[in-house]
């Protein structure tokens, strides 16, 4: 089972750009497929994007479509969210979380909460307007 620890997340202005990072251990984690999630004050959890197993494959909400993107770098056991032109409605706690069925990569299929079966403990977002 692989533990995933997210980093990077702050105060930051509407339209600026901020990457946060997702580190695993344990876990064969480029047989992982990995998402990213988010949960603002008062809401249910949401989807934001996912990452197949090599980085080349990747889905994403249609809310951070074209200012969102994920990659990865297996040799760092590492996610990276790359978020550009801010919204104040982009502020939340952002989750990396692993696909509870790993050698799949079911990149495409996934997006709901319960298809992930390990998290981070989050790191929080917050855009000033």
């Known amino acids: 089972q692989v533990q995933l620890v997210e980093s990077g997340g702050g105060l930051v202005q509407a339209g600026s750009s901020l990457t946060i990072s997702c580190a695993a251990s344990g876990g064969t984690f480029n047989r992982y497929t990995i998402g990213w999630l988010r949960q603002a004050p008062g809401q249910e959890r949401e989807f934001v994007a996912v990452v197949g197993w090599n980085g080349a494959n990747a889905k994403y909400a249609d809310s951070v479509k074209g200012r969102f993107s994920v990659s990865r770098d297996n040799a760092k056991s590492t996610v990276y969210l790359h978020m550009n032109s801010l919204k104040s409605e982009d502020t939340a706690v952002y989750y990396c979380?692993?696909?509870?069925?790993?050698?799949?990569?079911?990149?495409?299929?996934?997006?709901?909460?319960?298809?992930?079966?390990?998290w981070g403990e989050g790191t929080q977002i917050t855009v000033s307007s």
């Open positions: 979380a692993a696909d509870r069925r790993p050698y799949t990569n079911r990149w495409s299929f996934i997006s709901n909460i319960t298809d992930f079966g390990s």
